[in-house]
């Protein structure tokens, strides 16, 4: 990433009136305030996750919109959903293909990231780097614990991602009391049909990874969605568990 300080706005305080704003070198990250003005990454989203076709649905009128935008505009974007607590997950999108009963007790704030995409052929490592520092800005802005999401791999053929889910299998399983229940008709339960077979961390989206990489930990079994083309897993990552290093530099390119 080339040089240039970092900017950021927005000190009201709490999560829901913080208006996300950061510039760093050729990227600019910012919240998009109402519908109209997420056109840009809607037509991301589309030629993400659906070829083109529109790709909307009734979550994106309560999230907040954030996109990275260079010279040509949207190069990456996603969505956050704020919940008030454990009870509410039932109110997530995750609870839709997941039973998330057991992260009910969770005490505090937690924020749901969804639809995070890249423009396609876009590799730049930094464009993830910007997209977790502004995550961390807004979950540290608004209290938030927790983080969860349904994190995908491209193509609904789980068989594709066998290497990616054996590593995950192996590695990245949740405490038991905590790992989401099987709720979606169509699902692999990889972490007993995979158990022992070797995997490949090399297999994992980029998003997986990151996740991964700042202790994050993911559900036993996947779900395939067809509608999207997907296999995804329930991922979650408690802010606390971000190594401090990382935080520090996640902090540093928000501010």
Same mark, same amino acid.
């Given at each position: 990433?080339?040089?240039?300080? !970092?900017?950021?706005?927005?000190?009201?305080?709490?999560?829901?009136?913080? +208006?996300?704003?950061?510039? %760093?070198?050729?990227?600019? /990250?910012?919240?998009?305030?109402?519908?109209?003005?997420?056109?840009?990454?809607?037509?991301?989203?589309? %030629?993400?996750?659906?070829?083109?076709?529109?790709?909307?649905?009734?979550?994106?009128? %309560?999230?907040?919109? /954030? +996109?990275?935008?260079?010279?040509?505009?949207?190069?990456?974007?996603?969505?956050?959903?704020?919940?008030?607590?454990?009870?509410?997950?039932?109110?997530?999108?995750?609870?839709?293909?997941?039973?998330?009963?057991?992260?009910?007790?969770? !005490?505090?704030?937690?924020?749901?990231?969804? %639809?995070?995409?890249?423009?396609?052929?876009?590799?730049?490592?930094?464009?993830?780097? @910007?997209?977790?520092?502004?995550?961390?800005?807004?979950?540290?802005?608004?209290?938030?614990?927790?983080?969860?999401?349904?994190?995908?791999?491209?193509?609904?053929?789980?068989?594709? &991602?066998?290497?990616?889910?054996?590593? @995950?299998?192996?590695?990245?399983?949740? !405490?038991?009391?905590?790992?989401?229940?099987?709720? =979606? !008709?169509? &699902? +692999?339960?990889?972490?007993? /049909?995979?158990?022992?077979?070797?995997?490949?961390?090399?297999?994992?989206?980029?998003?997986?990874?990151?996740?991964?990489?700042?202790?994050?930990?993911?559900?036993? &079994?996947?779900?395939?969605?067809?509608?999207?083309?997907?296999? &995804?897993?329930?991922? =979650?990552?408690?802010? =606390?568990?971000?190594?401090?290093?990382?935080?520090?530099?996640?902090?540093?390119?928000?501010?």
């Amino acid at each position: 990433m080339r040089g240039g300080k !970092p900017r950021a706005s927005g000190s009201r305080s709490g999560m829901t009136q913080m +208006v996300l704003s950061i510039s %760093r070198g050729d990227y600019r /990250v910012r919240e998009l305030r109402g519908l109209e003005a997420c056109a840009p990454l809607f037509a991301l989203r589309a %030629r993400a996750f659906r070829g083109g076709a529109p790709d909307h649905d009734a979550f994106d009128t %309560r999230c907040r919109h /954030v +996109v990275i935008e260079d010279a040509e505009g949207a190069a990456a974007g996603f969505r956050i959903l704020a919940l008030p607590g454990g009870a509410a997950l039932a109110d997530s999108y995750s609870a839709q293909f997941y039973d998330l009963s057991p992260l009910a007790d969770w !005490p505090g704030p937690i924020l749901e990231l969804g %639809r995070f995409c890249t423009r396609p052929g876009l590799r730049d490592p930094d464009v993830l780097r @910007l997209g977790w520092a502004a995550i961390t800005r807004l979950a540290e802005a608004g209290g938030a614990g927790l983080l969860i999401g349904c994190t995908s791999f491209s193509g609904a053929d789980w068989q594709r &991602h066998r290497k990616g889910l054996a590593h @995950l299998a192996a590695h990245a399983l949740g !405490p038991t009391r905590q790992r989401p229940h099987p709720k =979606a !008709p169509e &699902h +692999v339960p990889f972490g007993e /049909v995979l158990a022992g077979e070797p995997g490949d961390p090399a297999a994992l989206p980029p998003l997986l990874r990151s996740y991964l990489g700042m202790g994050g930990w993911v559900s036993d &079994h996947a779900v395939i969605d067809r509608d999207l083309d997907t296999c &995804h897993v329930f991922t =979650a990552l408690e802010i =606390a568990a971000i190594p401090p290093a990382r935080l520090k530099a996640l902090r540093a390119l928000a501010t």
